[in-house]
């Protein structure tokens, strides 16, 4: 769904970000006329990465009435009497209503209903899914890089480098995790790309740990015996026979902080710190929208809510799951 969000998206343009503020906070099942200008309803086309550049112009109405000069159109919600003037010359020709309902007019349905800004719900909730899992795996790289790499270290060669690198771990450890991230996001900068990397800055840890413990131990283990023996190199070994023996419980602890990655994320778009709008994020949509809990309308909170709850419980089933598979024990 993330991969090919724009093409499966009601509203396929940058973002997910196409506003009409006169049907703001719209119901599930919405469904609306919309006058289409500049152009005709089926110029645009849908880019796979970017989504598209909408120069149209969209006007949601009620009812609409052709006239020699033009049509009258009723905007949605404007007085029954109220029509305006749209002239001829930014409509297609010939103007009958057939041609005009072919080229102008384009039935919206907006199944989970519209934001407080008019755009479609549902959309954005598509959109938005590639930020969480964006952060998710960029996140699990960096800290799988910088914890291997450490962690390794730490455990072959110990001496002054192991207790270097375990103050280390210590120093981070000790630092809550949200504000240690809020400062590395405050000092790089609000932004997308800013949130993936003070992320990926905080949870290498947990890899370092855990890298460091099986390395220690391995590396007492006969067959890494008769390769220093053999000759071959201190990076050779750890690279080529320690750290594959490390994939099982590195897989396991990547889907943990996978999760762990989605929840930081959402917190930080949530403080207005993360992703900034118009990108659509499912931390930023909870933020937009919780005071319609006693509003009237909770569903615009709790649709995104949802979505970041149940990726996450995916992935910590996962994790759980792959723990029971990869335990040599059983």
Known sequence: MAIFAYQISPDST??????????????????????????????NKKAFFSGEVNNRKEIPIQDFKLKSNGVEI???????DHYELI???????????????????????????????????????????R?????GFIAVFISLLIGIILGALAGFFGGYIDKGIVWLINVFWSIPTLLMV???????????????????????????????????????????????????????????????LLVPPLIVISAA??????????????????????????GGMVKDHFRYLFLGKPYLTLIPGLAIMSLVLAFMTLGNSLRDILDVKH
């Open 74 to 80: 009723q905007p949605y919600g404007s007085p029954l």
């Open 87 to 129: 002239d001829a010359s930014k409509l297609q020709s010939p103007l009958t209503e057939r041609d005009f309902r072919k080229q102008h007019l384009e039935e919206k349905f907006y199944l989970l209903g519209t934001d407080k800004y008019g755009r479609d719900l549902l959309s954005r909730l598509i959109v938005g899914s």
């Open 182 to 244: 809020i400062a590395i996001t405050l000092a790089l900068g609000r932004g997308f790309w800013q949130v993936f990397i003070a992320v990926g800055l905080t949870m290498w840890v947990e890899v370092a740990r855990l890298v460091r413990g099986q390395v220690l131990t391995l590396k007492e283990k006969t067959f890494i015996k008769a390769a220093q023996t053999l000759g071959y190199g201190k990076i050779r070994i750890i690279w080529h026979h320690i750290i594959p």
């Open 257 to 282: 902080n996978f999760a762990s990655a989605i929840l930081i994320e959402s917190g930080l778009s949530f403080l207005g710190i993360g992703a900034q709008p118009p990108v659509p994020s499912w």
């Open 14 to 43: 940058s973002n997910a970000n196409q506003m009409h503020l006169s049907i703001h906070s719209q119901s599930p099942g919405f469904r609306i006329s919309m006058l289409v200008l500049n152009g005709n309803k089926h110029t």
């Open 131 to 135: 930020i969480s899992l964006s952060i």
